[in-house]
Protein backbone atom coordinates (compact mmCIF):
# COMPACT_ATOMS: atom_id res chain seq x y z
CA UNK A 1 0.00 0.00 0.00
CA UNK A 2 0.92 3.73 -0.77
CA UNK A 3 -0.57 4.73 2.75
CA UNK A 4 0.54 3.57 5.81
CA UNK A 5 -1.32 3.58 9.14
CA UNK A 6 1.66 3.66 11.42
CA UNK A 7 1.97 6.61 14.18
CA UNK A 8 4.37 9.28 12.62
CA UNK A 9 5.10 11.87 15.47
CA UNK A 10 5.07 10.96 19.29
CA UNK A 11 4.00 13.84 21.49
CA UNK A 12 5.36 12.16 24.60
CA UNK A 13 8.69 12.95 23.11
CA UNK A 14 7.79 16.89 22.74
CA UNK A 15 8.72 18.39 26.47
CA UNK A 16 12.14 16.86 26.13
CA UNK A 17 13.16 17.54 22.75
CA UNK A 18 11.79 20.78 23.34
CA UNK A 19 14.24 21.35 26.70
CA UNK A 20 17.53 20.26 24.34
CA UNK A 21 16.41 22.39 21.42
CA UNK A 22 16.56 25.57 24.10
CA UNK A 23 19.83 24.44 24.96
CA UNK A 24 20.85 24.43 22.03
CA UNK A 25 19.36 28.14 21.42
CA UNK A 26 21.48 28.64 24.96
CA UNK A 27 24.66 27.82 22.99
CA UNK A 28 24.11 29.67 20.19
CA UNK A 29 23.40 32.63 22.19
CA UNK A 30 19.40 33.01 21.04
CA UNK A 31 16.35 33.24 22.61
CA UNK A 32 13.91 31.36 20.40
CA UNK A 33 13.98 29.37 17.22
CA UNK A 34 11.91 28.81 14.32
CA UNK A 35 10.51 25.42 13.29
CA UNK A 36 8.79 25.69 10.17
CA UNK A 37 6.38 22.73 8.53
CA UNK A 38 8.78 23.20 5.31
CA UNK A 39 11.93 22.38 3.48
CA UNK A 40 14.10 24.82 1.19
CA UNK A 41 11.60 23.68 -1.72
CA UNK A 42 8.42 25.50 0.32
CA UNK A 43 6.14 22.76 -0.87
CA UNK A 44 2.78 21.18 1.33
CA UNK A 45 4.73 18.37 1.71
CA UNK A 46 8.46 16.99 2.92
CA UNK A 47 10.23 14.47 2.95
CA UNK A 48 11.26 12.45 6.90
CA UNK A 49 14.14 14.09 7.22
CA UNK A 50 12.55 17.31 6.34
CA UNK A 51 9.59 16.86 9.02
CA UNK A 52 11.63 18.71 12.00
CA UNK A 53 8.12 20.43 13.68
CA UNK A 54 6.45 17.02 13.81
CA UNK A 55 9.75 15.59 15.28
CA UNK A 56 9.97 18.26 17.94
CA UNK A 57 6.04 18.90 18.50
CA UNK A 58 4.13 15.22 17.73
CA UNK A 59 2.15 17.92 15.51
CA UNK A 60 1.89 16.46 11.39
CA UNK A 61 -0.41 18.71 9.47
CA UNK A 62 0.43 19.77 6.38
CA UNK A 63 0.83 23.53 7.41
CA UNK A 64 2.01 25.29 10.55
CA UNK A 65 5.31 26.19 12.81
CA UNK A 66 6.43 26.38 15.89
CA UNK A 67 8.59 29.71 17.72
CA UNK A 68 10.45 27.83 20.78
CA UNK A 69 11.81 30.75 23.06
CA UNK A 70 12.78 29.83 26.73
CA UNK A 71 9.68 30.03 28.78
CA UNK A 72 7.34 29.39 26.12
CA UNK A 73 6.39 27.71 22.50
CA UNK A 74 3.39 28.32 20.19
CA UNK A 75 2.43 26.23 17.36
CA UNK A 76 0.58 28.41 14.95
CA UNK A 77 -1.81 26.53 12.81
CA UNK A 78 -4.81 27.79 10.99
CA UNK A 79 -8.36 26.53 10.94
CA UNK A 80 -7.55 23.14 9.09
CA UNK A 81 -5.92 21.91 12.22
CA UNK A 82 -7.21 22.96 14.80
CA UNK A 83 -8.59 20.18 16.40
CA UNK A 84 -5.44 18.23 15.07
CA UNK A 85 -3.05 20.22 17.00
CA UNK A 86 -4.46 19.37 20.42
CA UNK A 87 -4.78 15.74 20.35
CA UNK A 88 -1.51 15.46 18.47
CA UNK A 89 1.01 17.73 20.60
CA UNK A 90 1.48 18.32 24.12
CA UNK A 91 -0.08 21.36 25.20
CA UNK A 92 1.80 21.06 28.66
CA UNK A 93 4.76 21.53 26.81
CA UNK A 94 3.47 24.07 23.68
CA UNK A 95 0.90 26.03 23.43
CA UNK A 96 -1.33 26.53 20.09
CA UNK A 97 -1.74 29.88 18.46
CA UNK A 98 -4.40 31.16 16.01
CA UNK A 99 -2.72 31.70 12.96
CA UNK A 100 -3.28 33.79 10.65
CA UNK A 101 -5.34 35.75 12.93
CA UNK A 102 -2.52 35.95 15.46
CA UNK A 103 1.04 36.93 13.56
CA UNK A 104 4.36 35.79 14.46
CA UNK A 105 5.54 39.12 14.82
CA UNK A 106 2.84 40.07 17.20
CA UNK A 107 2.81 37.19 19.16
CA UNK A 108 6.43 37.44 20.20
CA UNK A 109 6.04 41.29 20.69
CA UNK A 110 3.44 39.98 23.23
CA UNK A 111 5.38 37.32 25.04
CA UNK A 112 8.89 39.55 24.83
CA UNK A 113 10.22 42.04 26.98
CA UNK A 114 13.14 44.15 25.48
CA UNK A 115 15.33 42.60 23.59
CA UNK A 116 16.07 39.20 22.26
CA UNK A 117 17.38 37.21 19.15
CA UNK A 118 15.01 34.96 17.06
CA UNK A 119 16.92 32.23 15.80
CA UNK A 120 16.02 30.77 11.88
CA UNK A 121 17.53 28.43 9.38
CA UNK A 122 17.61 30.99 5.97
CA UNK A 123 16.70 27.85 3.61
CA UNK A 124 13.32 26.83 5.34
CA UNK A 125 12.03 30.60 5.11
CA UNK A 126 11.32 32.82 2.42
CA UNK A 127 12.19 36.67 1.86
CA UNK A 128 9.25 38.10 1.85
CA UNK A 129 8.19 35.71 4.95
CA UNK A 130 11.15 37.28 7.24
CA UNK A 131 10.80 40.54 5.96
CA UNK A 132 7.01 40.70 7.39
CA UNK A 133 8.11 39.52 10.50
CA UNK A 134 10.94 42.07 10.78
CA UNK A 135 8.50 45.20 10.08
CA UNK A 136 6.44 43.76 12.80
CA UNK A 137 9.30 43.22 14.88
CA UNK A 138 10.68 47.06 14.08
CA UNK A 139 11.67 49.24 16.78
CA UNK A 140 10.79 46.13 19.49
CA UNK A 141 14.46 45.51 20.20
CA UNK A 142 13.32 41.96 18.63
CA UNK A 143 15.95 40.54 16.07
CA UNK A 144 15.44 37.91 13.60
CA UNK A 145 19.10 35.89 13.28
CA UNK A 146 19.75 33.39 10.21
CA UNK A 147 21.92 30.31 11.83
CA UNK A 148 22.13 26.84 11.29
CA UNK A 149 18.80 24.30 11.89
CA UNK A 150 19.25 23.71 15.46
CA UNK A 151 16.20 20.89 15.12
CA UNK A 152 19.31 18.75 12.80
CA UNK A 153 21.82 19.42 15.27
CA UNK A 154 19.36 17.34 18.12
CA UNK A 155 17.80 14.99 16.03
CA UNK A 156 20.17 12.04 16.24
CA UNK A 157 18.34 9.78 13.83
CA UNK A 158 17.32 11.89 11.43
CA UNK A 159 16.84 10.17 8.18
CA UNK A 160 18.82 10.93 5.10
CA UNK A 161 17.86 13.21 2.18
CA UNK A 162 15.60 11.64 -0.43
CA UNK A 163 17.80 10.50 -4.01
CA UNK A 164 15.04 8.89 -5.82
CA UNK A 165 14.76 8.25 -9.36
CA UNK A 166 14.78 10.65 -12.34
CA UNK A 167 12.23 9.75 -15.07
CA UNK A 168 11.25 11.29 -17.52
CA UNK A 169 7.42 13.29 -18.23
CA UNK A 170 6.76 12.30 -22.03
CA UNK A 171 5.23 15.15 -24.45
CA UNK A 172 2.22 12.57 -24.69
CA UNK A 173 1.32 13.94 -21.08
CA UNK A 174 3.36 17.09 -21.14
CA UNK A 175 1.93 18.87 -24.19
CA UNK A 176 5.02 20.93 -24.56
CA UNK A 177 8.75 19.92 -25.04
CA UNK A 178 11.02 21.45 -22.12
CA UNK A 179 13.20 23.46 -25.24
CA UNK A 180 10.06 25.08 -25.83
CA UNK A 181 9.24 25.67 -22.65
CA UNK A 182 12.68 27.35 -21.64
CA UNK A 183 12.80 29.03 -24.53
CA UNK A 184 9.56 30.79 -23.48
CA UNK A 185 10.58 31.48 -20.04
CA UNK A 186 14.21 32.90 -21.48
CA UNK A 187 12.19 35.44 -23.65
CA UNK A 188 10.51 36.43 -20.63
CA UNK A 189 13.82 36.48 -19.23
CA UNK A 190 15.55 38.87 -21.95
CA UNK A 191 12.25 40.82 -22.70
CA UNK A 192 13.09 41.95 -18.82
CA UNK A 193 16.05 42.76 -18.99
CA UNK A 194 17.41 39.36 -16.56
CA UNK A 195 20.07 37.53 -17.24
CA UNK A 196 19.27 34.47 -14.80
CA UNK A 197 16.54 33.11 -12.95
CA UNK A 198 16.74 31.13 -9.46
CA UNK A 199 13.94 28.49 -9.51
CA UNK A 200 13.19 26.53 -6.32
CA UNK A 201 10.22 25.30 -6.16
CA UNK A 202 10.52 21.41 -7.48
CA UNK A 203 7.40 21.32 -9.02
CA UNK A 204 7.88 24.45 -11.06
CA UNK A 205 11.34 22.47 -11.93
CA UNK A 206 9.56 19.36 -12.75
CA UNK A 207 7.50 21.50 -15.18
CA UNK A 208 10.12 23.17 -16.99
CA UNK A 209 12.76 20.18 -17.63
CA UNK A 210 9.54 17.32 -18.01
CA UNK A 211 10.60 15.45 -15.09
CA UNK A 212 9.34 13.74 -12.12
CA UNK A 213 10.27 11.63 -9.27
CA UNK A 214 9.28 10.31 -6.15
CA UNK A 215 11.44 12.43 -3.47
CA UNK A 216 8.33 13.32 -1.74
CA UNK A 217 5.53 11.45 -0.67
CA UNK A 218 2.12 11.73 -3.06
CA UNK A 219 4.00 14.63 -5.39
CA UNK A 220 6.08 13.42 -8.15
CA UNK A 221 8.98 15.55 -7.58
CA UNK A 222 12.75 15.82 -8.07
CA UNK A 223 13.94 18.29 -5.01
CA UNK A 224 16.31 20.26 -6.28
CA UNK A 225 17.16 23.85 -7.54
CA UNK A 226 17.88 25.22 -10.97
CA UNK A 227 18.96 28.35 -12.60
CA UNK A 228 17.41 29.03 -16.13
CA UNK A 229 19.86 31.74 -18.17
CA UNK A 230 18.44 33.93 -20.79
CA UNK A 231 20.09 31.60 -23.68
CA UNK A 232 17.10 29.27 -22.47
CA UNK A 233 20.55 26.78 -20.59
CA UNK A 234 19.43 25.27 -17.46
CA UNK A 235 21.95 24.32 -14.09
CA UNK A 236 19.62 21.78 -12.38
CA UNK A 237 21.55 20.86 -9.18
CA UNK A 238 20.31 17.73 -7.55
CA UNK A 239 21.39 14.93 -4.90
CA UNK A 240 24.00 12.93 -6.21
CA UNK A 241 23.52 9.31 -7.13
CA UNK A 242 20.38 9.45 -8.67
CA UNK A 243 19.16 6.41 -10.83
CA UNK A 244 18.51 8.84 -14.01
CA UNK A 245 15.64 7.75 -17.22
CA UNK A 246 15.10 10.88 -18.62
CA UNK A 247 16.86 12.43 -21.74
CA UNK A 248 18.47 15.87 -21.10
CA UNK A 249 19.68 18.13 -24.33
CA UNK A 250 23.30 20.00 -24.07
CA UNK A 251 21.53 23.45 -22.62
CA UNK A 252 20.34 21.13 -19.22
CA UNK A 253 23.43 20.28 -16.74
CA UNK A 254 22.84 17.99 -13.75
CA UNK A 255 25.16 19.32 -11.05
CA UNK A 256 25.95 18.46 -7.39
CA UNK A 257 23.12 20.05 -4.98
CA UNK A 258 26.16 21.67 -3.23
CA UNK A 259 27.78 23.79 -5.98
CA UNK A 260 24.03 25.67 -5.83
CA UNK A 261 25.31 28.66 -3.88
CA UNK A 262 28.45 28.66 -5.80
CA UNK A 263 26.61 28.48 -8.99
CA UNK A 264 24.49 32.01 -7.60
CA UNK A 265 27.86 33.38 -6.75
CA UNK A 266 28.91 33.33 -10.89
CA UNK A 267 26.12 34.56 -12.02
CA UNK A 268 25.86 37.99 -13.86
CA UNK A 269 22.67 40.16 -12.63
CA UNK A 270 20.39 41.17 -12.68
CA UNK A 271 19.25 37.62 -11.48
CA UNK A 272 15.27 37.03 -10.94
CA UNK A 273 14.35 36.10 -7.47
CA UNK A 274 10.84 35.54 -6.16
CA UNK A 275 10.69 37.31 -3.19
CA UNK A 276 7.43 34.63 -1.95
CA UNK A 277 9.30 31.03 -2.77
CA UNK A 278 12.84 30.91 -2.81
CA UNK A 279 14.71 30.95 0.28
CA UNK A 280 16.02 33.84 2.31
CA UNK A 281 19.53 32.37 1.95
CA UNK A 282 19.57 32.80 -1.92
CA UNK A 283 18.98 36.76 -1.21
CA UNK A 284 22.14 36.34 1.48
CA UNK A 285 24.16 34.35 -0.72
CA UNK A 286 23.64 36.99 -4.06
CA UNK A 287 23.96 39.96 -2.29
CA UNK A 288 27.10 39.26 -0.33
CA UNK A 289 28.31 38.56 -3.92
CA UNK A 290 27.09 41.86 -4.83
CA UNK A 291 24.91 40.77 -8.05
CA UNK A 292 21.91 42.65 -8.23
CA UNK A 293 18.60 40.83 -7.67
CA UNK A 294 15.16 41.43 -9.66
CA UNK A 295 12.45 40.69 -7.66
CA UNK A 296 9.75 38.77 -9.29
CA UNK A 297 7.66 36.01 -9.77
CA UNK A 298 8.76 32.27 -10.82
CA UNK A 299 8.56 32.56 -14.63
CA UNK A 300 7.28 28.78 -14.59
CA UNK A 301 4.31 29.58 -12.10
CA UNK A 302 1.20 30.67 -14.53
CA UNK A 303 2.17 28.97 -17.21
CA UNK A 304 2.16 25.62 -15.23
CA UNK A 305 -0.87 26.82 -13.63
CA UNK A 306 -2.74 27.07 -17.34
CA UNK A 307 -2.83 23.10 -18.63
CA UNK A 308 -2.14 23.13 -22.46
CA UNK A 309 -4.64 21.13 -24.47
CA UNK A 310 -2.73 18.04 -23.82
CA UNK A 311 -2.82 18.14 -19.90
CA UNK A 312 -6.58 18.82 -19.60
CA UNK A 313 -7.14 15.89 -21.98
CA UNK A 314 -5.42 13.55 -19.80
CA UNK A 315 -7.03 15.51 -16.48
CA UNK A 316 -10.60 14.36 -18.69
CA UNK A 317 -8.95 10.45 -18.84
CA UNK A 318 -7.58 10.61 -15.28
CA UNK A 319 -10.87 11.89 -13.95
CA UNK A 320 -12.64 9.01 -15.71
CA UNK A 321 -10.48 6.50 -14.87
CA UNK A 322 -10.08 7.19 -10.95
CA UNK A 323 -13.96 8.06 -11.02
CA UNK A 324 -14.57 4.35 -12.15
CA UNK A 325 -11.87 3.10 -9.32
CA UNK A 326 -14.68 5.02 -6.73
CA UNK A 327 -17.44 4.19 -8.06
CA UNK A 328 -16.32 0.24 -7.61
CA UNK A 329 -15.66 1.57 -4.35
CA UNK A 330 -18.94 3.31 -3.11
CA UNK A 331 -20.92 -0.06 -4.52
CA UNK A 332 -18.69 -2.23 -2.74
CA UNK A 333 -19.33 -0.25 0.53
CA UNK A 334 -23.19 0.13 -0.40
CA UNK A 335 -23.42 -3.57 -0.23
CA UNK A 336 -20.81 -4.10 2.95
CA UNK A 337 -21.81 -4.92 6.47
CA UNK A 338 -20.87 -1.41 7.70
CA UNK A 339 -20.89 -2.70 11.52
CA UNK A 340 -17.65 -4.51 11.09
CA UNK A 341 -15.69 -1.77 8.94
CA UNK A 342 -13.24 0.23 10.11
CA UNK A 343 -11.80 3.98 8.96
CA UNK A 344 -8.22 1.64 7.90
CA UNK A 345 -10.81 -0.89 6.18
CA UNK A 346 -12.50 2.28 3.73
CA UNK A 347 -8.47 3.56 2.92
CA UNK A 348 -7.73 0.20 2.26
CA UNK A 349 -10.34 -0.96 -0.32
CA UNK A 350 -10.11 2.49 -1.65
CA UNK A 351 -6.88 2.34 -2.69
CA UNK A 352 -7.09 -1.44 -3.77
CA UNK A 353 -9.70 -0.10 -6.56
CA UNK A 354 -7.64 2.82 -7.72
CA UNK A 355 -4.45 -0.23 -8.30
CA UNK A 356 -6.85 -2.42 -9.95
CA UNK A 357 -6.85 0.25 -13.07
CA UNK A 358 -2.94 -0.69 -13.55
CA UNK A 359 -2.50 3.26 -14.29
CA UNK A 360 -2.10 4.01 -10.47
CA UNK A 361 1.74 5.49 -9.56
CA UNK A 362 0.84 6.88 -6.23
CA UNK A 363 -2.17 8.29 -4.42
CA UNK A 364 -1.84 12.02 -4.33
CA UNK A 365 -2.34 12.74 -0.53
CA UNK A 366 -2.85 10.41 2.43
CA UNK A 367 -6.83 9.71 2.26
CA UNK A 368 -8.87 10.98 4.50
CA UNK A 369 -11.63 8.64 5.89
CA UNK A 370 -13.13 10.35 8.89
CA UNK A 371 -15.96 8.98 10.63
CA UNK A 372 -18.18 10.46 13.12
CA UNK A 373 -16.58 13.33 15.29
CA UNK A 374 -13.02 12.50 13.43
CA UNK A 375 -14.83 13.81 10.36
CA UNK A 376 -14.71 17.77 12.18
CA UNK A 377 -10.73 17.00 11.64
CA UNK A 378 -10.17 18.75 8.23
CA UNK A 379 -7.23 16.87 7.31
CA UNK A 380 -7.54 13.54 9.48
CA UNK A 381 -5.01 10.89 9.37
CA UNK A 382 -6.36 7.81 10.53
CA UNK A 383 -3.61 5.51 12.35
CA UNK A 384 -3.82 2.09 14.14
CA UNK A 385 -4.20 4.55 17.23
CA UNK A 386 -7.32 6.51 16.01
CA UNK A 387 -8.99 4.07 13.56
CA UNK A 388 -12.22 4.13 14.63
CA UNK A 389 -15.51 1.05 13.99
CA UNK A 390 -18.10 2.74 11.85
CA UNK A 391 -21.36 3.11 14.03
CA UNK A 392 -24.91 3.64 12.87
CA UNK A 393 -25.55 7.20 12.58
CA UNK A 394 -22.50 7.84 11.66
CA UNK A 395 -21.51 10.56 8.53
CA UNK A 396 -17.99 9.12 7.15
CA UNK A 397 -16.04 12.17 5.14
CA UNK A 398 -13.84 10.48 2.31
CA UNK A 399 -11.21 12.37 0.95
CA UNK A 400 -9.11 10.74 -1.39
CA UNK A 401 -7.11 11.00 -4.73
CA UNK A 402 -4.59 9.36 -6.94
CA UNK A 403 -1.25 10.10 -9.00
CA UNK A 404 -1.63 9.00 -12.79
CA UNK A 405 0.99 9.89 -15.66
CA UNK A 406 -1.87 11.82 -17.63
CA UNK A 407 -3.42 13.47 -14.46
CA UNK A 408 -3.72 14.54 -10.76
CA UNK A 409 -7.51 13.48 -8.96
CA UNK A 410 -8.75 14.35 -6.01
CA UNK A 411 -12.24 14.01 -4.82
CA UNK A 412 -14.51 14.15 -1.19
CA UNK A 413 -17.71 12.15 -0.70
CA UNK A 414 -20.03 11.70 2.44
CA UNK A 415 -20.55 8.09 3.11
CA UNK A 416 -23.56 7.67 5.75
CA UNK A 417 -23.76 4.53 8.08
CA UNK A 418 -27.82 4.06 8.74
CA UNK A 419 -30.17 6.82 9.55
CA UNK A 420 -28.42 10.14 10.08
CA UNK A 421 -30.07 13.04 11.86
CA UNK A 422 -32.11 15.88 9.88
CA UNK A 423 -30.04 18.57 10.95
CA UNK A 424 -27.48 16.46 9.32
CA UNK A 425 -29.06 16.25 6.17
CA UNK A 426 -29.73 20.20 6.48
CA UNK A 427 -25.75 20.73 6.41
CA UNK A 428 -25.21 18.19 3.84
CA UNK A 429 -27.75 20.01 1.86
CA UNK A 430 -26.34 23.61 2.27
CA UNK A 431 -22.77 22.23 1.74
CA UNK A 432 -24.08 20.98 -1.84
CA UNK A 433 -26.11 24.31 -3.07
CA UNK A 434 -22.68 25.68 -2.35
CA UNK A 435 -20.93 23.63 -4.30
CA UNK A 436 -23.70 23.68 -7.10
CA UNK A 437 -23.64 27.43 -6.63
CA UNK A 438 -19.84 27.56 -7.99
CA UNK A 439 -20.30 25.11 -10.49
CA UNK A 440 -22.94 26.67 -12.38
CA UNK A 441 -21.33 30.11 -11.71
CA UNK A 442 -20.02 32.73 -14.84
CA UNK A 443 -17.70 35.25 -14.07
CA UNK A 444 -16.20 37.98 -15.95
CA UNK A 445 -12.29 37.82 -16.81
CA UNK A 446 -10.26 39.50 -14.55
CA UNK A 447 -11.99 37.44 -11.52
CA UNK A 448 -9.98 36.12 -8.80
CA UNK A 449 -10.59 33.14 -6.49
CA UNK A 450 -11.71 35.56 -3.96
CA UNK A 451 -14.21 36.86 -5.64
CA UNK A 452 -15.79 33.25 -6.16
CA UNK A 453 -14.90 31.92 -2.97
CA UNK A 454 -18.20 33.85 -1.27
CA UNK A 455 -20.58 31.88 -4.00
CA UNK A 456 -19.97 28.75 -2.23
CA UNK A 457 -19.93 29.78 1.00
CA UNK A 458 -23.74 31.48 0.72
CA UNK A 459 -25.62 28.83 1.47
CA UNK A 460 -24.13 28.14 4.69
CA UNK A 461 -23.82 31.99 5.73
CA UNK A 462 -27.53 31.93 5.57
CA UNK A 463 -27.66 29.69 8.03
CA UNK A 464 -24.95 31.75 10.01
CA UNK A 465 -22.32 28.70 9.35
CA UNK A 466 -19.05 28.55 7.77
CA UNK A 467 -16.24 26.43 6.73
CA UNK A 468 -12.63 27.24 7.95
CA UNK A 469 -10.43 26.31 4.85
CA UNK A 470 -10.57 27.89 1.07
CA UNK A 471 -13.32 26.98 -1.38
CA UNK A 472 -10.60 25.31 -3.43
CA UNK A 473 -7.03 24.78 -4.47
CA UNK A 474 -5.08 24.29 -7.24
CA UNK A 475 -4.45 21.32 -8.46
CA UNK A 476 -1.15 19.92 -11.08
CA UNK A 477 -0.79 17.54 -14.13
CA UNK A 478 0.94 14.67 -12.23
CA UNK A 479 2.36 16.85 -9.77
CA UNK A 480 0.84 18.73 -6.68
CA UNK A 481 -2.58 17.52 -5.88
CA UNK A 482 -2.37 21.24 -3.68
CA UNK A 483 -0.81 23.67 -6.67
CA UNK A 484 -0.19 27.56 -6.79
CA UNK A 485 -1.24 30.27 -7.34
CA UNK A 486 -4.67 29.49 -8.19
CA UNK A 487 -7.51 28.83 -5.63
CA UNK A 488 -10.75 30.22 -4.58
CA UNK A 489 -9.88 32.06 -1.10
CA UNK A 490 -11.13 34.98 0.82
CA UNK A 491 -7.65 36.18 0.28
CA UNK A 492 -6.53 35.40 -3.24
CA UNK A 493 -5.37 37.98 -5.69
CA UNK A 494 -4.90 35.81 -8.29
CA UNK A 495 -6.54 36.34 -11.40
CA UNK A 496 -8.51 32.71 -12.49
CA UNK A 497 -6.88 32.24 -16.56
CA UNK A 498 -8.54 29.01 -18.90
CA UNK A 499 -6.96 26.12 -18.24
CA UNK A 500 -6.51 26.15 -14.46
CA UNK A 501 -7.85 23.08 -12.69
CA UNK A 502 -9.44 24.10 -9.21
CA UNK A 503 -11.03 21.84 -6.79
CA UNK A 504 -14.66 22.88 -5.35
CA UNK A 505 -14.91 21.57 -1.93
CA UNK A 506 -17.09 23.42 0.69
CA UNK A 507 -18.08 21.85 3.61
CA UNK A 508 -19.00 22.16 7.16
CA UNK A 509 -18.02 20.87 10.55
CA UNK A 510 -18.92 20.63 13.76
CA UNK A 511 -16.42 19.65 16.52
CA UNK A 512 -16.89 16.15 18.53
CA UNK A 513 -19.63 15.29 16.45
CA UNK A 514 -19.15 15.12 12.41
CA UNK A 515 -17.75 16.97 9.32
CA UNK A 516 -19.56 17.38 5.53
CA UNK A 517 -17.47 18.27 2.32
CA UNK A 518 -17.96 17.38 -1.34
CA UNK A 519 -15.43 17.50 -3.47
CA UNK A 520 -15.35 17.66 -7.60
CA UNK A 521 -12.58 18.94 -9.28
CA UNK A 522 -13.40 21.91 -12.58
CA UNK A 523 -10.90 23.57 -14.74
CA UNK A 524 -11.78 27.33 -15.52
CA UNK A 525 -12.77 27.77 -19.36
CA UNK A 526 -14.14 30.13 -22.31
CA UNK A 527 -17.94 30.37 -22.03
CA UNK A 528 -20.01 30.19 -24.83
CA UNK A 529 -22.27 33.25 -25.28
CA UNK A 530 -25.70 32.82 -25.02
CA UNK A 531 -27.99 33.57 -27.66
CA UNK A 532 -28.97 37.75 -27.03
CA UNK A 533 -25.25 38.01 -25.01
CA UNK A 534 -23.40 41.18 -25.95
CA UNK A 535 -21.10 39.86 -27.79
CA UNK A 536 -17.88 42.00 -26.72
CA UNK A 537 -18.22 40.83 -23.12
CA UNK A 538 -15.44 38.01 -22.32
CA UNK A 539 -16.83 35.68 -19.88
CA UNK A 540 -15.79 32.14 -18.28
CA UNK A 541 -17.74 29.53 -16.46
CA UNK A 542 -16.32 26.22 -14.76
CA UNK A 543 -16.48 22.31 -16.49
CA UNK A 544 -16.39 19.65 -14.14
CA UNK A 545 -14.07 17.36 -13.75
CA UNK A 546 -15.14 14.76 -11.95
CA UNK A 547 -18.19 12.72 -12.05
CA UNK A 548 -19.04 10.81 -9.11
CA UNK A 549 -22.44 10.10 -7.58
CA UNK A 550 -23.76 12.16 -5.10
CA UNK A 551 -25.74 10.29 -1.92
CA UNK A 552 -28.97 12.19 -2.33
CA UNK A 553 -30.35 10.17 0.49
CA UNK A 554 -28.62 12.89 2.81
CA UNK A 555 -30.16 16.10 1.03
CA UNK A 556 -33.70 17.14 2.25
CA UNK A 557 -35.00 17.56 -1.09
CA UNK A 558 -37.49 20.46 -0.15
CA UNK A 559 -34.47 22.82 0.12
CA UNK A 560 -33.36 22.57 -3.16
CA UNK A 561 -34.33 25.10 -5.74
CA UNK A 562 -35.56 24.11 -9.22
CA UNK A 563 -32.30 25.18 -11.06
CA UNK A 564 -29.99 23.28 -8.38
CA UNK A 565 -32.13 20.17 -8.36
CA UNK A 566 -31.93 19.93 -12.59
CA UNK A 567 -28.15 20.41 -12.30
CA UNK A 568 -27.73 17.40 -9.82
CA UNK A 569 -30.10 15.57 -11.99
CA UNK A 570 -28.20 16.35 -15.39
CA UNK A 571 -24.82 15.50 -12.90
CA UNK A 572 -26.23 12.19 -12.24
CA UNK A 573 -27.48 11.61 -15.74
CA UNK A 574 -23.53 12.42 -16.83
CA UNK A 575 -22.34 10.41 -14.73
CA UNK A 576 -24.11 7.82 -15.48
CA UNK A 577 -23.57 8.04 -19.41
CA UNK A 578 -19.92 8.50 -18.54
CA UNK A 579 -19.10 5.36 -16.31
CA UNK A 580 -21.08 2.57 -17.49
CA UNK A 581 -19.13 1.19 -19.66
CA UNK A 582 -15.89 1.65 -17.41
CA UNK A 583 -17.10 -0.04 -14.36
CA UNK A 584 -17.97 -4.13 -13.14
CA UNK A 585 -22.14 -5.03 -13.75
CA UNK A 586 -22.31 -4.82 -10.08
CA UNK A 587 -20.91 -1.18 -9.68
CA UNK A 588 -23.31 -0.30 -13.24
CA UNK A 589 -26.17 -1.59 -11.91
CA UNK A 590 -25.40 0.03 -9.08
CA UNK A 591 -24.75 3.30 -10.58
CA UNK A 592 -27.98 3.22 -12.07
CA UNK A 593 -29.71 2.76 -8.71
CA UNK A 594 -28.14 5.91 -7.30
CA UNK A 595 -28.11 7.98 -9.97
CA UNK A 596 -32.09 8.45 -10.64
CA UNK A 597 -33.45 11.94 -10.79
CA UNK A 598 -34.86 13.28 -7.33
Known amino acids: MFQTFTTTADPSKGAGRLERLRRAMGM ?41 LTDVAGIFVDGRYRVQVREQADMAAFSAVDWPEVQPGDWLKDQISG ?44 PAPPSGKIVEQPLEFAGQSSTAKRGELADELL ?44 QFFTTEGRNIDARFDADVTLNPIRDFRKALTRLDGPVR ?32 AQKNPTELKGARAAHLRDAAAVVEFLAWFDAADKASLTEIDLVK ?34 TEDTNRTLEGGNLVVLDSGGQYRDGTT ?27 ALSRTYFPKGRTGRDLDAVARYPLWAAHQDFNH ?44 FGIRL ?80
Request: glycine content about 8%.
Open 28 to 68: KGLDGFFVPRADAHQGEYVAACDARLAWLTGFTGSAGFCIA
Open 115 to 158: KARIGFDPWLHTKSEIEKIEKALDGTGITLVPTDNLVDQIWEDR
Open 191 to 234: AKGQKACAITLSDSIAWLLNIRGDDIPCIPVVQGFAILSDDTSV
Open 273 to 304: VDRASAPYAVWQILTEAGIEIDWAEDPAILPK
Open 349 to 382: QLEEKRRATNALMDISFETIAGAGPNGAIMHYRV
Open 410 to 436: DITRVLRVGEVAEDEKRCFTRVLQGMI
Open 470 to 513: GTGHGVGAYLSVHEGPQRFSPISEIELLPGMILSNEPGYYRNGA
Open 519 to 598: ENLVVVQNATAPAGGDSDRSMLNLETLTYVPIDTSLIVPGMLSGEERDWLNAYHAKTLELLSDHVSDVASSWLETVCAPI
